[in-house]
């Protein structure tokens, strides 16, 4: 039977409802309005005009092209092989820890170019684009819509939406039936913010799209000089010509990060340097007993899992004067020399930690109050930590903290950091909620972040916690460990000798971070509070898809990237509202009484 067309070309049919120039290959259902021509039964077969026989499809199949029934026997044994071949890419092995990156891999896996060439020729394949949101988890979830339904995934492209700089857009080229093709396509739509099914090669998208709805769009496709349309290549890995079409793939990964505090056993071991290797111009490089106790400490801290107490150290005589010495010529300048909320914190040390000049405090007592004091703890850690993994440790409340101290030979200097500069540079602040929240969201700012990112981060971090300045009463004091874990150092920078610029993110992130020498410039902070405000503004800078909150119930990263994550902060925050404007109402009354 030969389907009635008032078009005159014979590859198209009108639609009686809205006019549209269809292809045969879709015919009786229209691919815009979806009507069918009511002068044909659907069940009925349907012929080209040389009478040859024609699959027919739903309107979102609008890639598949027709071909000759014998052509079809003929290839049936290669379709069925190629098919065969690709159902072994299962998509089982999608999960919504898996990155886009990792989706795309366990989808395409290796598929010859010969094989998907074949594949596509025979014209079973349905093509569309769907744009989604760019985060975790984003890409395997809209995957596992076809796994659920029974459709075999041949194979994906992405790129980065022409809709909103937030989103990507996902090529898949997929195998299914009627059926399982509709209802995928129902779920798919709750699942990303748009779908297009094209009609047209993936590399010449048209900009001619006709909304549907609100989330589908289907291509009018192109015309010629004549004004006739033009049918669509066989597969948009081919051209008009057959010839397989070459792109280039891209897939920006957002880099790793821990989800829960229990996560930081698989980057709080990834030492970069020292650690158990010592190089040449290390102090105690030659000292095989420094050595082989260095040792000792490296595997105590390999050996350390979330949830563990932290090992006590018998330290060595050799080991206590060393700190003594560093401790007592510390201790005699920090009262002019360190900021108000270090000295405040320094005799609680003393009492409840056992800071003294001939006691080596235990990480584990200090971890307990400073957990007490602001959440914070310690975790011990065999050397230096690349700014990524160090930073992450922050975002839970984790300070990553060396168990080994200096070389004996020279205890006013260490290439590294040891026990003294942690102990007496940044613990006492640690246990200052202002400092610790500061300290906290530096490491919040860095989840999820790019390595450009990671970098001016650090940079941040180096010239505030480490040698930051702040401007108190009395004049100008230091918060920064490096400088309060030195005395040379703290005298330098509070001398008229070292320059000191006002503390700004934008500025300090691109300044250069000296390790061996004392620092070209200092930066000032008017308060902790002033420097956090400053940076938070800083971090509205990073790029990336999603913001992230620390819940500290249960010690995890939250990602926030729908409105469902922002609803439920919201509800917490009315709950934090009530109990301000109830001890608001409190205190005025309290005060009313009193008059």
């Known amino acids: ?47 080209d005009t040389n009478g040859n026989q024609l699959r027919r499809t739903t309107s979102t199949s609008v890639v598949l092209d027709h071909y000759h029934k014998d052509e079809l026997d003929a290839s049936e044994k290669l379709f069925n092989d190629i098919l065969s071949y690709c159902r072994t890419h299962r998509l089982s092995t999608l999960h919504e820890d898996m990155d886009d990156q990792e989706a795309v891999a366990a989808v395409n896996h290796d598929i010859p170019p010969e094989k998907l060439q074949s594949l596509v020729r025979q014209g079973n394949t349905t093509s ?25 995934v041949v194979h994906i492209e992405s790129r980065r939406s022409r809709r909103a700089d937030s989103e990507y857009e996902i090529y898949v080229d997929l195998e299914a039936d009627r059926n399982h093709l509709h209802e995928s396509m129902q779920q798919l739509k709750r699942q990303v913010s748009c779908v297009r099914f094209d009609l047209n090669n993936i590399s010449q998208l048209s900009e001619n799209m006709e909304k549907l709805n609100d989330d589908v769009f289907i291509n009018n496709g192109s015309s010629n000089d004549n004004g006739d349309f033009e049918l669509p290549p066989p597969s948009p890995f081919l051209d008009k010509n057959g010839e397989p079409i070459k792109r280039k793939i891209e897939v920006e990964e957002t880099p790793w990060f821990p989800h829960r505090i229990e996560d930081l056993d698989q980057c709080s071991n990834k030492v970069l340097l020292y650690g158990a290797d010592l190089d040449a111009d290390h102090p105690g490089f030659t000292d095989q007993v420094y050595r082989a106790r260095r040792m000792y400490f490296h595997d105590v801290a390999i050996a350390y899992k979330h949830g563990d107490q932290i090992p006590r150290v018998d330290y060595t005589k050799e080991e206590t004067e060393t700190w003594g010495a560093v401790f007592r010529n ?34 584990e007592d200090i971890s307990r109050f400073l957990r007490e004091r602001t959440g914070f703890t310690l975790r011990p850690v065999a050397g230096y930590l690349s700014p990524r993994d160090f930073l992450y440790g922050l975002a839970f409340r984790v300070f990553h903290c060396t168990q080994y101290i200096r070389h004996s030979s020279n205890p006013a200097y260490t290439p590294e950091p040891d026990c003294c500069h942690e102990l007496l540079g940044h613990v ?20 999820g972040a790019s390595e450009e990112d990671i970098n001016r981060l650090a940079t941040c971090y180096f010239f505030t916690i480490e040698f930051g300045l702040c401007r108190q009463s009395d004049g100008l004091r230091a918060y920064g460990a490096g400088l309060l874990s030195s005395c040379a150092e703290l005298q330098h920078a509070l001398s008229d000798k070292a320059k000191k610029l006002t503390f700004d993110p934008d500025v300090v992130c691109k300044t250069t971070c000296l390790i061996t020498t004392y620092q070209d410039q200092y930066f000032v902070s008017a308060s902790f509070v002033e420097a956090k405000e400053k940076m938070r503004d800083f971090a509205l800078s990073i790029k990336r898809p999603f913001a992230v909150r620390y819940n500290p119930y249960n010690q995890s990263i939250e990602v926030v990237s729908n409105t469902q994550h922002v609803a439920q902060i919201i509800s917490d925050l009315k709950g934090d509202m009530c109990i301000i404007f109830d001890a608001l109402k409190k205190i005025e009354n309290s005060i009313g009484n009193d008059k």
């Open 1 to 47: 039977m030969l389907m009635s067309q008032t078009c005159t070309d014979s590859n198209r049919w009108s639609c009686k409802v809205c006019t549209f120039f269809n292809p045969v290959s879709i015919y009786p259902k229209c691919e815009v309005c979806e009507e069918i021509d009511p002068q044909v039964n659907e069940n009925e077969p349907i012929s």
């Open 428 to 447: 006492p602040l640690l246990a200052d909620p202002n400092f610790a929240q500061f300290s906290h969201e530096i490491g919040l700012a860095a989840i």
């Open 128 to 152: 569309f684009i769907f744009s989604i949101k760019n985060r975790i988890g984003g890409l395997a979830r809209a995957l596992q819509v076809f796994q659920e339904n029974g459709i075999n």
């Open 330 to 363: 510390l201790n005699k300048i920090y009262p002019t020399h360190a900021c108000n909320e270090y000295l405040a914190n320094w005799p609680l040390l003393r009492e409840k930690c056992g800071f003294r000049e001939d006691n080596i405090p235990q990480l």
